[in-house]
């Protein structure tokens, strides 16, 4: 597949990524190689193989819901880049401070 | 483990196994630079503590006063948890990893923590934002990674248990480069929680030792179900450090032809090929098999790996804790600088890898085909472990390479993962012991595969193997055990 500025760009953003001029060349060449070394994949015939995301046959695990202790609020946010106990503080996001959120 | 033997019989104090510890790490980290940090203070607090205990009679437990270090991904009380990271850098964790806290309710005494690829990701340690970590046999190679720093001191220091993890040969390649005894255990042996997450599916934490009995030892403490985390299995606990010293007579060997792929080292093949004679002449049975989906194994690793790296670091987001942007406008901008500017190069290679194979129109041809390759290789072993009991191969083509030659071309240090990645796929026990020097007496790794759940099978070979052979006694040239000196 054909590896452009703007895959790299979309990329970079959906994964919340600032990237710089050369690093972003330097991505686009990465993904050029990866794709080139995965490609290998596509001569396997695939018809009818399941997925594996666990090779255990792990089912399910839950615990008893019982209440017990968990991070005091002071731990929590010890921390935080920005804190107002018992809150984090985030840059203002409404109003006009924050750009509109994207969909992928 | 002989420091713990001589603690019991009180022929040593927990304080003045701590304080040799500490004396060791003063004589090899700085040529090494395999410690991240080091807790002279807290150690010494600590091991004071234990032998107040054992001086007022009571069962400080099994391991009481061992010194331990830990990969530098783990969550600790003491110091930072930075993950060999500058978004992690002043990131103090408000809690103990299960495995940690199973050391320490065993006694033991966190000493240091060592250096690591940035999240684990990397086969060098050269991917640290802090420092590279050097190889104690020859300080102008690469110790391997991820848990390079835990690999270098196994070997270059005597009486300390060191805990790294393993996603797709973190433990076993570094323990082969450095001549260390490095275990993955089967995926869900020993708890994860509180290990930072690189891949869920595949990451393990393990032992690196100088010794296959002394990570027995190691796994018999920190395995087991944990309720916070729900991939942990609940299984027994076998006595691994008793299992371990069975025969082996009569073990079926599966060597598979796969796993000496064009371009391993000639020297490589030479020493793992008469290792597994070794194990013939012990009595068991070895037999060719196949393994015939191996070298799509890498490529299926790169995209899932990618993928789960993706997902899990989504939360290093500038404000739950790590690293925030002091130049932001808004909160996304805040997002994408705190994390531009606090990752390295490969973690974002890898952020961004990942989030390409899950977006939409791209999931099904590269995520969705890479995890019905994950089941192919699974099938593989499936089908071997019907005629074998274990796989026995090189735990990597190459041995230890010299810092700077792989790290500007990622494709080329993914290669060297080639021949460790199944097992993490395939969720298998995999462990590397050293089997010889090659002629510029840099050690060799013997790989060896064990069934799911059957950790033991694997640790009972690789003792076998090291109570014939002498390859994982031998002193690098960096060495703080041997009566302090330097030189080997």
């Not at chain 2, 806290?101 to 060592?114: I, M, N, P, S």
């Not at chain 2, 076993?172 to 020993?190: D, E, I």
């Not at chain 2, 080329?412 to 007496?441: H, Q, R, W």
Request: hydrophobic share 40%.
């Amino acid at each position: 597949m054909d590896v452009t500025d703007e895959l790299v760009a979309k990329i970079a953003r959906l994964s919340r990524l600032a990237l710089g001029e050369e690093e972003s060349a330097e991505m686009k060449e990465h993904f050029r190689k990866v794709l080139g070394f995965v490609s290998e994949l596509e001569s396997l015939d695939l018809e009818g193989v399941a997925p594996s995301l666990f090779a255990l046959d792990a089912s399910n695990v839950q615990r008893e819901d019982e209440p017990a202790p968990s991070l005091p609020a002071g731990a929590a946010l010890a921390n935080a880049p920005a804190a107002h106990p018992p809150f984090f503080l985030v840059p203002r996001i409404v109003g006009d401070a924050g750009e509109p959120e994207m969909s992928p | 483990m002989e420091i713990r033997d001589r603690i019991r019989r009180g022929e040593m104090s927990a304080l003045e196994a701590v304080d040799e510890a500490l004396r060791q790490l003063d004589v090899v980290n700085p040529r090494l630079q395999a410690a991240l940090q080091i807790f002279p203070d807290g150690a010494r607090t600590a091991a004071a503590a234990i032998d107040r205990r054992l001086a007022a009679g009571e069962d400080a437990g099994p391991l009481a006063g061992v010194p331990f270090t830990v990969k530098d991904n783990f969550c600790t009380l003491e110091g930072h948890t930075t993950a060999g990271s500058r978004i992690l850098e002043s990131f103090a964790s408000p809690y103990d990893a299960t495995a940690v806290r199973k050391l320490k309710e065993a006694g033991a005494v966190c000493v240091a923590k060592t250096n690591l690829d940035e999240f684990g990701m990397g086969s060098s340690t050269e991917n640290s934002a802090f420092h590279v970590t050097r190889n104690p046999w020859k300080t102008t190679h690469v110790p391997g990674g991820s848990s390079g720093g835990a690999a270098a001191l196994a070997v270059s220091t005597g009486g300390m248990i060191h805990l790294g993890s393993d996603t797709g040969g973190s433990i076993r390649q570094p323990s082969a480069c450095c001549g260390a005894s490095g275990l993955k255990p089967t995926y869900g042996r020993v708890s994860r929680y509180g290990l930072v997450a690189f891949a869920s599916s595949l990451d393990q934490i393990g032992p690196i030792q100088s010794s296959a009995l002394d990570c027995a030892l190691v796994l018999e403490t920190i395995a087991g179900a944990d309720p916070m985390d729900s991939t942990s299995r609940d299984l027994p606990v076998p006595r691994y450090a008793d299992e371990a010293q069975q025969d082996i007579r009569g073990l079926r060997l599966g060597v598979p032809a796969e796993y000496f792929p064009e371009g391993i080292e000639a020297e490589v093949e030479e020493k793992v090929r008469a290792a597994i004679e070794v194990f013939r002449e012990m009595g068991a049975e070895v037999r060719d098999v196949s393994l015939p989906h191996t070298r799509y194994a890498n490529p299926a690793y790169v995209l899932v790996s990618a993928a789960e790296a993706s997902s899990n670091l989504a939360r290093y987001d500038g404000v739950h804790y790590g690293r925030r942007s002091v130049s932001a406008s808004g909160l996304v901008d805040m997002y994408c600088r705190s994390r531009g500017e606090g990752f390295g190069a490969e973690v974002k290679r890898r952020i961004l890898i990942g989030t390409f194979v899950l977006s939409s129109g791209y999931y099904d041809a590269y995520y969705l085909t890479a995890l019905r390759v994950r089941n192919l290789i699974r099938q593989d072993f499936e089908k071997v472990y019907r005629e074998v009991d274990a796989v026995v191969c090189p735990t990597s083509p190459v041995p230890a390479f010299p810092l700077g030659d792989r790290i500007d071309d990622p494709l080329k240090l993914y290669a060297v993962d080639v021949l460790t990645v199944p097992a993490n796929l395939a969720s298998l026990p995999g462990m590397s012991i050293p089997c010889g020097f090659t002629s510029e007496a840099l050690p060799v790794g013997l790989q060896i595969y064990g069934r799911p759940m059957q950790d033991e099978i694997v640790l009972r070979l690789a003792c076998a193997y090291q109570a014939r052979t002498d390859h994982h006694l031998r002193a690098p040239p960096v060495c703080g055990w041997r009566g302090g000196e330097e030189g080997g």
